[in-house]
């Protein structure tokens, strides 16, 4: 199973400051098919979880531009411009490139400072 | 407006059996593959099945392999978990989701406890 592992497990930040969350998966996410299957997702207190970000880069409709995604291989990492109140939340990273099973990071919990 | 909502969670003993349904409305059900996904309370998140646009391939995270079955009625556009030999680690949020790998189309839960 490919296993991701995420950096920090907890962050604090000032509000207005960046943010950046580290996932390392143990094997390279590049697909023979030549797309990377990386993707990250945000959960708000009591919500479910919703996708910010597929295939390492790409922004899902409706995310502010404040959020991106980068990397290859086995390092991937979400940014958060300026951190704004309501990016409080739990981070998940997942990779669908190599599966079964899907696999996701422990996730990355954001508090404001 | 898309939405997914799925029922059929509660308490239940050790051995015991639920089966959870999702409904879809707003999307061509069909289309996709569709995925069960849950969460243990302050947990992460953990992949349990998903199942291809014509139930033709499922497949499953090894710790449900055996117990759980994924299954769909794309006329009624209906995804289900029948969930069997329930054991305490089975206690959780399952979401459904659409999609091979869940994307941006998820429910808001249904708590399956697991207990005597």
């Known amino acids: 199973d490919v296993v991701m592992t995420q950096s920090p497990l907890s962050l604090p930040v000032t509000l207005g400051q960046p943010a950046s969350i580290s996932c390392r998966s143990s094997?390279?996410?590049?697909?023979?098919?030549?797309?990377?299957?990386l993707n990250w997702f945000q959960q708000r207190p009591g919500q479910s979880p919703r996708r910010l970000i597929y295939?390492?880069?790409k922004r899902d409709s409706g995310v502010p531009e404040r959020f991106s995604g980068s990397g290859s291989g086995t390092d991937f990492t979400l940014k958060i411009s300026r951190v704004e109140a309501e990016d409080v939340g739990v981070y998940y990273c997942?990779?669908?490139?190599?599966?079964?099973?899907?696999?996701f990071g422990q996730g990355t919990r954001l508090e404001i400072k | 407006e898309v939405q997914l909502v799925e029922s059929g969670g509660g308490l239940v003993q050790p051995g015991g059996s639920l089966r959870l349904s999702c409904v879809v409305s707003?999307?061509?059900?069909?289309?996709?593959?569709m995925s069960w996904v849950r969460q243990v309370p302050g947990r992460g998140l953990e992949w349990v099945a998903n199942?291809?646009?014509?139930?033709?391939?499922?497949y499953y995270v090894d710790s449900v392999r055996g117990r759980f079955t994924i299954s769909r009625d794309n006329a009624q556009n209906s995804l289900y978990l029948q969930m069997n030999s329930l054991r305490g680690e089975d206690t959780a949020v399952y979401f459904c989701?659409?999609?091979?790998?869940?994307?941006?189309?998820w429910g808001q839960g249904t708590q399956v406890t697991v207990s005597s």
């Open positions: 997942m990779q669908g490139t190599d599966w079964p099973p899907i696999t």
């Open positions: 707003g999307l061509s059900f069909s289309n996709y593959w």
């Open positions: 094997q390279s996410l590049a697909h023979s098919d030549g797309s990377t299957y």
């Open positions: 989701a659409r999609g091979q790998g869940p994307d941006e189309y």
């Open positions: 295939k390492v880069s």
């Open positions: 199942i291809k646009q014509d139930g033709s391939e499922k």
